[in-house]
């Protein structure tokens, strides 16, 4: 009678094996969620790098492009003055 009563109230727990299982599986998505969360991060850095690049690489370009359309070329017999750009 009393050996029915015990088992009754341990057959509500879970067992060291389910136990050991859960944490298992637990601890692969969380290992599987920081290297996903470590590869968006260099991603995402990488990325940042690039984009400043390109805007610093724009501002250099516009820059050249405004000196070439401010020059002016003189014809004349001094060849060593054949590129002047103007100042605005």
Not at 35 to 63: C, P, S, V
């Amino acid at each position: 009678m009393k050996y029915s009563r015990i088992r009754k109230s341990c057959a509500k727990g879970f067992t060291l094996a389910e136990l050991m299982v859960a944490m298992s599986i637990t601890l692969v998505l969380t290992l599987l969620t920081l290297l996903i969360t470590g590869t968006a991060i260099d991603t995402w850095k990488a990325a940042r790098t690039e984009i400043r690049a390109a805007g610093q690489a724009k501002i250099m370009l516009n820059a050249l492009g405004r000196d070439l359309e401010s020059m002016v070329t003189r014809l004349g017999n001094n060849d060593s003055q054949w590129l002047i750009a103007t100042t605005t």
